[in-house]
């Protein structure tokens, strides 16, 4: 079945850090990969989305390159802000139950000023 | 346009009770996913409903759990007879179609806790 990893937190950075955070999946067909951020005690929100191969989303600074030969969808942002302390979902879809998410675990990050 | 509205937001109950959780979906959507959120761990799909009809439960326990999205009103998760174990967030989301390139818009969630 299909399958998403992330890389494990919590990650911790300074104001300003270059960040990344790891994304692999596995699955049947041609998914759609998108990254979720939820912020304390809320729901969800869609920062971005790729639905094919080398599509590149991004939003808010944030970008994610949908890569089919390594099966990755790494999400990064130059210069993180204290705002940006959050907890981080990649997903994908593969269309086999509408539009049915399967999530990573999801990675902590904490900005610090 | 409102978002995914989701009642109650925090919700206590005893073990052996009822507790039913409620999901409006943004105006315009007919699909309606609900997903569980254990504690320190990710999201896990339940159930994916389109109105008046179960199209995907395979991730619903067997027992003790329902879904319903009648054809007026909002879609309600029923879990009977809860268990500490069921103390969980519960999302639900909703899309305006089918399909993997569908974007899912979620609600801010049900915090059940059974004491």
């Known amino acids: 079945g299909d399958s998403v990893t992330q890389m494990e937190g919590p990650v911790t950075l300074s104001e300003e850090a270059f960040l990344t955070i790891n994304c692999t999946y596995t699955?049947?067909?041609?998914?759609?990969l998108f990254w979720y951020v939820q912020y304390p005690g809320e729901g969800l929100q869609l920062l971005l989305k790729a639905t094919k191969a080398d599509d590149k989303g991004s939003n808010k600074g944030f970008e994610a390159t949908y890569r089919k030969e390594t099966t990755s969808f790494h999400l990064e942002k130059g210069s993180v802000q204290v705002s940006d302390s959050a907890v981080y979902f990649c997903?994908?879809?593969?269309?086999?139950?509408?539009?049915?998410?399967?999530f990573g675990e999801g990675t902590q990050l904490t900005v610090n000023p | 346009n409102a978002g995914v509205m989701q009642n109650p937001r925090h919700l206590v109950r005893r073990r052996g009770q009822e507790a039913r959780l409620r999901c409006s979906p943004m105006k315009g959507h007919s699909h309606v996913y609900w997903y569980r959120q254990l504690p320190e761990e990710g999201l896990k799909f339940m159930v994916y409903l389109q109105k008046e009809n179960i199209i995907d439960e395979s991730g619903m326990p067997k027992e003790r759990f329902s879904a319903e999205f009648p054809k007026e009103g909002p879609s309600i998760l029923r879990i009977q007879q809860v268990v500490r174990g069921d103390s969980a967030a519960y999302f639900c989301?909703?899309?305006?179609?089918?399909?993997?390139?569908?974007?899912?818009?979620f609600g801010p969630g049900t915090r059940l806790l059974v004491l």
């Open positions: 699955a049947t067909g041609y998914p759609s």
């Open positions: 989301a909703s899309s305006p179609d089918q399909g993997a390139q569908e974007t899912q818009y």
């Open positions: 997903a994908l879809s593969d269309g086999t139950s509408g539009s049915r998410l399967t």
